[in-house]
C-alpha cells in the first residue's frame, strides 16, 4: 500500500514503470488479491515483462526437477544446468510431462 502511495507522487512518464515494477514483485496470489488486475492485461514495461517470462521459465524448470526428484531420478549436473537453462515453456511443459514418466533422467530429453 506504502508502495502504491509514494508511486502516486511521480511523474506520469515513471507511473506506468514504477507500477509494473511494484506488481511484479508480489506472488501470484498477492497481485490477484490488490490489483485484481483485468483477464489479459499486459504490463507495459519490457523490463517486468522479460522479468516475469524469466520467473515463470524458472518455475518449470524447478518443476521438472521436483518431478524427477520425487522419482527417485539422479540428476545430473549437466543435466540440472540444461533444464534450468531452458527458457521454452512449451519445451518445458513437454519434459514435465515426460519427468513422471521416462525410467532415467536422460530419456527426458529424446
Known amino acids: 500500500m506504502a508502495a502504491t502511495e509514494g508511486v502516486r507522487a511521480v511523474p506520469e512518464e ?3 514503470l514504477y507500477s509494473d515494477l511494484i506488481v ?10 490488490f490489483l485484481m488486475l483485468p483477464q ?20 518449470r524448470a524447478t518443476d521438472v526437477l521436483e518431478v524427477l526428484d520425487a522419482r527417485g531420478l539422479v540428476v545430473s549436473d549437466a543435466d540440472r544446468e540444461r533444464i ?3 527458457t521454452d515453456l512449451e519445451l518445458l511443459a513437454r519434459w514435465i510431462r515426460r519427468a513422471a514418466t521416462v ?8
Open 84 to 86: 534450468l537453462g531452458c
Open 14 to 16: 515513471r507511473l506506468v
Open 24 to 33: 511484479a514483485a508480489l506472488s501470484e496470489a498477492a497481485r490477484k488479491a
Open 40 to 59: 489479459g492485461y499486459e504490463y507495459q514495461s519490457q523490463i517486468v515483462r522479460e522479468s516475469i517470462q524469466q520467473g515463470i521459465t524458472q518455475g
Open 103 to 110: 525410467a532415467a533422467t536422460d530419456l527426458l530429453f529424446e
